[in-house]
């Protein structure tokens, strides 16, 4: 099974909304990353946060990390028609070795 | 840096044909990754390199896949015989230093298998 769950599976908001996004993880992680794919196109790196980390920004993102609950949150605050795509969290899954592991991701719509 | 380079973009053949794929990583990096991607399944992992040498294909659907890597720029997925249930796209990735880093995507192989 798949280490990342993302949750909800589709969004749709209004512009200027914010939009948040959870994934949820099995076993332990070094870091978490989270990734966006435009329709179309490969998936382009958005921000690691390292399991001793809870919180992390970046731009209008905000990524929290819970390793009690293994889970993380996706945080796109005043989002743009432009921040469609779908958002993928991926875990370095220590029981696959070195590699990551990529959750089904969550397809955000931003509506005009 | 061009990032990483794929080709095909788009790949159409029919059954039982033998299908190459290729990817150019990033300079420097020492880690490869090859991905498929479909609806039903999500993106899986089918085979990582470092340093050009397989580590880990126990993603590799079965033994019609075949993937290689002769240096440290090049690498190749091969289908043969591909069958219709092949049709996805394709993702190679790089990145450098530990695998626990950030991945680098190439735009992906569209493969459609009639």
């Known amino acids: 099974s798949q280490q990342g769950e993302e949750d909800p599976q589709a969004l749709s908001i209004q512009e200027g909304e914010n939009a948040t996004m959870n994934c949820s993880y099995k076993?332990?992680?070094?870091?978490l990353q989270w990734y966006r794919q435009n329709s179309g196109r490969g998936l382009v790196h958005l921000i690691l946060?390292?399991?001793?980390?809870r919180e992390k920004h970046s731009g209008r993102l905000r990524v929290t990390l819970d390793t009690s609950k293994k889970s993380s949150s996706l945080l796109i605050t005043a989002s743009r028609a432009a921040d469609t795509a779908s958002y993928f969290c991926a875990t370095d899954a220590h029981n696959y070795g070195q590699n990551f592991v990529f959750g089904p991701g969550t397809r955000l719509s931003v509506l005009p | 840096d061009a990032g990483v380079i794929q080709s095909p973009r788009h790949e159409v053949t029919e059954m039982g044909q033998e299908v190459t794929l290729r990817c150019k990583p990033i300079?420097?990096?020492?880690?490869l990754f090859w991905y498929r991607q479909t609806m039903m399944r999500g993106l899986e992992l089918l085979i990582y390199f470092n340093n050009n040498v397989p580590i880990d294909d126990s993603g590799m659907p079965e033994d019609r896949f075949s993937a290689k890597m002769p240096n440290a720029s090049f690498s190749t997925l091969k289908i043969q015989p591909s069958e219709p249930r092949d049709s996805a796209v394709y993702f190679c990735?790089?990145?450098?230093?530990?695998?626990?880093?950030?991945?680098?995507f190439g735009s992906g192989t569209q493969l459609s298998v009639l």
């Open positions: 300079s420097g990096h020492d880690y």
């Open positions: 946060i390292r399991s001793n980390e």
């Open positions: 076993t332990s992680i070094n870091n």
């Open positions: 990735a790089s990145t450098g230093g530990t695998a626990n880093e950030k991945l680098f």
